[in-house]
């Protein structure tokens, strides 16, 4: 069998939960956006959910649908997107909380859904979703009246810990929702670590839980193993792949593992460095990474094994990341839907 095996660690995720929720007094939510970051929402919300969390976060209402389908009637599941036209249903049937973040979506909640819980958002700074200190101003009045059951904002430089948009937004959320008898949320993976003056009464840890930065003592959650398709040995001076990009120096053993670009291992990893291993030896990648295929420097290598490992507990998505100019999530949620995909836990 050529395809490639990705090992997603369910236990290691329910570690990575309950050593984030250790370091808070709040209840700890869980985000499982993008499918759970790629990893499927459906079984890390469940997982999760057996493990005591009682709310989960997605970006849009269909990824609600998908999950409440999963997950059953019971744990909470917001909607960071909001309400935006054509929702009221989506949200009605399938239990879904919409995070409010506009003056507009509110009034569509209000004629639509109302009675029904929603929970405001509130822009402290990112600019990016969440009602404006003006805008809340305006409305916090009609909004209070209709009950919401979470005031919630973000953080935009959570991962930078010195960073002086952190105090800069806390301050800002603390102004728009000091003396307001509603649970508070202001902080993601990066903020919970910051310390509980960013905790409030709920954080709402996403990449931590699948095993990335700034969460730096997470367990590894995801493990993907290559297999080897064929071998070959190359006289010094040969070249290996698209644009004749490595030149062997010594007479070599190249291997050929089956997975590439298409499977979200990008083209850019193969100019940074990146390794695969065999148990604990390190093979470089040669060459350009292919849509279906990497070349490997396995000269040093007695046997060559079935497998090559590219995403191990010594080479986690972070460091692929960073070979790659990008971040671990990037990584995580790209990975591809040609996996073999085993669930342990
Ligand atoms: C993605 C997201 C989170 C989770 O962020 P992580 O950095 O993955 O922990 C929390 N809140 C909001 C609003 C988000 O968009």
Known sequence: MS????????????????????????????VVKANGYGLDAGRAATALANAGARNFFVAVAEEGVALRRALGAGPGISVFSGHMEGDAKLL????????????????????????????????TGMNRLGMEPGEWAAVRDIALGQGPVLLMSHLACADEPGHGMNAHQLKTFRDLTDGIE????????????????????????????????????????????????????????????????????????IATVAA???DGL???????????????????????????????????????PAHLSLLTPEQTVDKVADAAGTIGYEILTSLGHRYARTYKG
């Open 266 to 304: 990008i083209r850019a990893m193969g100019s940074g460095g990146i390794q695969l291993y065999a148990g604990d030896t390190a093979c470089p990648v040669v060459g350009r990474v292919s849509m279906d295929l990497i070349t490997v420097d396995v000269t040093d290598l007695a046997e060559i």
């Open 260 to 262: 590439g670009y298409a």
């Open 182 to 253: 509603i649970p508070r949320s202001l902080s993601a993976t990066g903020g919970l670590l910051l310390g509980r003056d960013y905790h409030f009464d709920l954080c709402r840890p996403g990449i931590g839980l699948y095993g990335g930065l700034p969460f730096g003592d997470a367990m590894p959650v995801v493990q993907l193993d290559l297999p080897v398709i064929q071998t070959r040995a190359l006289a010094a001076g040969e070249t290996v792949g698209y644009g004749n990009m490595w030149t062997a120096k010594r007479p070599s053993q």
């Open 3 to 30: 395809t490639a095996k990705l090992t997603i660690d369910l236990d290691a995720l329910v570690t990575n939960w309950r050593a984030l929720d250790a370091k808070t007094n709040c209840e700890t939510a869980a």
């Open 92 to 123: 009605k049937d399938f239990q879904l909380t919409p995070m409010i973040n506009s003056l507009d979506q509110l009034l569509r909640q209000i004629e639509t859904l109302p009675g029904l819980p929603f929970g405001v958002q509130l822009d």
